[in-house]
């Protein structure tokens, strides 16, 4: 009878964890589907708050960082995240994309702040802030321009499919892991993970990927192929990954153990959207560069 109390509580959190990620999954997958209409504000709500908890990192290693400016960038992000391909998108001169010169302009704006108000924490915050950038927003936006790459009838399924393989991976390296788990993958970052559940989140990304392949040639017509789409899975399932243990090394290096509590049994925003920061960037450039030549 000792025993009940915990077993109900591990029962209580595993089934908050899962109605948790069925409400994220049918959430993203509606997203997904409208487009831009429900694209931006969540893009926008996601980005302030993981902006919010990464801030709160950095406050508890003693770094300040320019948190509105952030939040400003971050909001610039939506239109400079379509891609050229986009209805009615202005270009720019010379080739450059509104996302290489968004980059540029905030990067020199956070210089010349600390230019005209220097104090010694000047480097670290343009450092930080800088990196906070890059990490959140500029990544994270590739979900943006993976969705109307080249157009917004095929974005959708090139989105779809890593996606698909990302949730895949996570489910996939949590049942392993939880059945198979003994050797232990990164120890000093990440204690719970495996080597049994990184080869689980692989084979049921394969599977996934599969899966959905079948159903975009039977519904879209879209038939990549299986070396094609075997890389494709393999590459989304390793960026998943390595954006989890990323950000775990970040949450070690900040000396906590979740990034926030916004999502019950799941901790932060940040926690969740990890996978998703690699994921999208390396799902472009493969779909540019190997699928649509």
């Known amino acids: 009878m000792s025993d009940l ?6 029962a209580a959190r595993h089934r908050t964890r899962i109605l948790t990620a069925l409400a994220i999954f049918g959430g993203a997958l509606l997203v997904m589907w409208v487009g831009l209409p429900l694209l931006v504000p969540a893009f926008a709500i996601i980005c302030f708050i993981a902006i919010q908890e990464y801030a709160a990192l950095m406050t ?62 000047s480097v670290h915050a343009v450092v930080f802030t800088l990196f906070g950038y890059l990490y959140i927003p500029f990544m994270f936006g590739y979900i943006i321009t993976l969705r109307y790459t080249p157009d917004g009838v095929l974005g959708l399924w090139y989105l779809a499919i ?47 990927v599969a899966g959905v392949s079948v159903i975009a040639r039977r519904l879209g017509g879209i038939d990549l192929g299986i070396p094609t789409l075997t890389l494709f899975a393999l590459l989304v399932s390793c960026a998943a990954q390595l954006g989890d243990l990323f950000e775990s090394l970040l949450k070690r ?3 906590i153990k979740d990034s926030g509590v916004f999502l019950p049994g799941h901790g932060g925003i940040l926690d969740r959207i990890d996978s998703a920061l690699f994921t999208f960037p390396v799902s472009y450039m493969y779909v540019t560069m190997v699928i649509l030549p």
């Open 253 to 255: 290096w900040a000396g």
């Open 60 to 121: 508890l290693r003693g770094i300040p960082i320019r948190k509105r400016s952030l939040w400003v960038a971050a909001a610039l992000t939506v239109p400079a995240s379509l891609p050229a391909t986009y209805p009615g998108l202005m270009t720019l001169a010379g080739g450059v994309s509104w996302r290489e010169a968004l980059l540029v302009v905030f990067a020199i704006y956070l210089l010349a702040l600390e230019v005209v108000n220097p104090n010694q924490n």
């Open 5 to 10: 109390g915990p077993r109900r509580s591990t």
């Open 162 to 208: 890593p996606l698909l393989a990302m949730v895949a991976t996570d489910v996939g390296a949590y049942a392993f892991g939880t059945a198979f788990g003994k050797r232990k993958l990164v120890p000093r970052i990440s204690p719970n993970k495996t080597v049994e559940g990184s080869i689980g989140a692989t084979v049921f990304a394969l599977v996934i």
